[in-house]
């Protein structure tokens, strides 16, 4: 069975560290991107099944990256679950990311332990959709 892929969207080296570290050693795959850009060069490119992003990055925001998969490419990354990973913890900026299309909203600071309960159900939704096309693939007769 394929392992689940996250790529976490974070231009803080020592944050970026910490969660690809704790996703690591919870059997995932990580990809990690500085920017917003480069966020979407990796989505191009490699099979990515759920987005922990930031807000505040130097280039395209958050907001802004959210946004582009939920909207203008909808029809390629809408279904990838983005968990917004960010400083910005006002009721306002939490309102906003959801309404871009976030799936879910952790406030820094956190602790790495609040992490993996939050972000759980939105990795095992990504891993069961994996595991439900994989069954209709070989029971198809496809690989």
Do not use: H
Request: proline share 5%.
């Amino acid at each position: 069975m394929k392992k689940i892929n996250v790529l976490v969207v974070e231009d803080e080296p020592d944050i970026q560290q910490l969660v690809s570290y704790n996703l690591l050693k919870a059997g995932f795959n990580v990809s990690c991107a500085d920017s917003g850009e480069q966020a979407l060069q990796i989505l191009a490119v490699e099979e990515i099944d759920c987005v922990l992003l930031d807000l505040m990055l130097p280039g395209m925001s958050g907001l802004e990256i959210c946004s582009a998969m939920k909207n203008e490419m909808k029809n390629r990354y809408a279904s990838i679950p983005i968990i917004m990973l960010t400083a910005r913890g006002e009721e306002e900026d939490v309102v906003t990311g959801l309404q871009c299309g976030a799936d879910d909203y952790i406030t820094k600071p956190f602790s790495p332990g609040f992490l993996w309960p939050v972000s759980r159900p939105w990795f095992e939704g990504a891993g069961q959709v994996e595991r439900t096309i994989e069954k209709k693939r070989k029971k198809a007769g496809l690989k």
